[in-house]
């Protein structure tokens, strides 16, 4: 089993940033790979950017040269740091984590909301 608890989400102007943390717990040895995914109203949940155990990662074209997801082994965290946000970055951010179970894990999200 993984938990996964997400924080930092809240009201930013455009052209702010924000650095969401996921709080990882559990069987973390067993973890491969974790992203952050959103999902604006209406729209269905999209991957915005992850890293592997390996330390690669992966960003949507949408968030590239703005958003870098990065990890704390140490404080077993991963983080999203937003910077040059847009109105149409408001969603709710979810944590997730793949395992070699396989099994697949979610946190509750975050809501991020871009507005003046």
């Known amino acids: 089993q993984v938990q996964l608890v997400e924080s930092g989400g809240g009201l930013v102007q455009p052209g702010g940033s924000l650095r969401l943390s996921c709080g990882v717990s559990?069987?973390?040895?067993?973890?491969?790979?974790m992203g952050w995914y959103r999902q604006a109203p209406g729209k269905q949940r999209e991957l915005v950017a992850g890293?592997?155990?390996?330390?690669?990662?992966n960003y949507a074209d949408s968030v590239k040269g703005r958003f870098t997801i990065s990890r704390d082994n140490a404080e077993n965290t991963v983080y999203l740091q937003m910077n040059s946000l847009k109105p149409e970055d408001t969603a709710v951010y979810y944590c997730?984590?793949?395992?070699?179970?396989?099994?697949?894990?979610w946190g509750k999200g975050t809501l991020v909301t871009v507005s003046s």
């Open positions: 559990g069987s973390i040895f067993s973890i491969y790979f």
């Open positions: 997730n984590a793949l395992t070699r179970g396989p099994m697949e894990y």
């Open positions: 890293i592997t155990s390996g330390g690669s990662t």
